[in-house]
């Protein structure tokens, strides 16, 4: 297998844990703080086997909430890859922060554009994902469309954030390899 290959599936499994994780301590929570009866049910033919189930008046509430709380997990996700992604790059890292960093022994947060890169666009496409489970959930009615609409509006922002710092690496490339053809 190739290591562009290997690194993006490396870097998916931390961003898919973290959406199972977010939706199931959104219905845990939501169920919690509204004091919704529910039980487990085992189902042999369904993909998940246990499903949560709930009073039918409750879904919509359950379904959005524990929606918009796994969107905030994995948005967490990927503003911690975008901040690495626009301030902690190895290409355009400022000297003083390194040396910061360095002093506290913190160099390991620094990252060169092959890793800033696969682990940003795993955690962007998680983040498309989810907007995706949310627009099937509003499909099927049993989510608010307000939290699609945060939803995508997130996506849009946090995908021309990234696509800006792309840009900005490749002029930084750009210029590194004009200098080298002059010298």
């Known amino acids: 297998m190739s290591k562009s290959l290997i690194k993006l599936i490396d870097s998916s499994l931390l961003p898919a844990a973290i959406m199972i994780v977010g939706k199931v301590f959104g219905i845990y929570l939501v169920a919690k703080a509204f004091g919704f009866e529910w039980a487990l049910q085992n189902s ?9 189930i ?12 524990s929606d918009l709380i796994m969107l ?23 000297p ?4 910061k960093l360095a002093t506290n022994n913190l160099l390991d947060l620094v990252k060169d554009s092959f890793d800033v890169y696969h682990e940003s666009s795993m955690w962007l496409l998680f983040t498309w994902i989810t907007t995706l489970a949310i627009f099937l959930n509003v499909l099927l009615e049993r989510t608010y469309i307000w939290i699609l609409v945060i939803s995508m509006l997130c996506c849009f922002g946090f995908t021309l954030i990234l696509l800006r710092d792309v840009g900005k690496e490749i002029a930084l490339s750009r210029k590194r390899i004009a200098t080298e053809n002059f010298a």
């Open 54 to 65: 709930f009073a039918e008046k409750d879904i919509i509430i359950v379904s959005s909430y």
């Open 44 to 52: 042999a033919d369904s993909f998940i086997s246990l499903k949560p």
């Open 96 to 99: 003083r922060f390194v040396a």
């Open 72 to 94: 905030l997990f994995v948005l967490m996700g990927l503003s911690f890859t975008l901040f690495r992604a626009l301030y902690l790059h190895a290409s355009h890292i400022d």
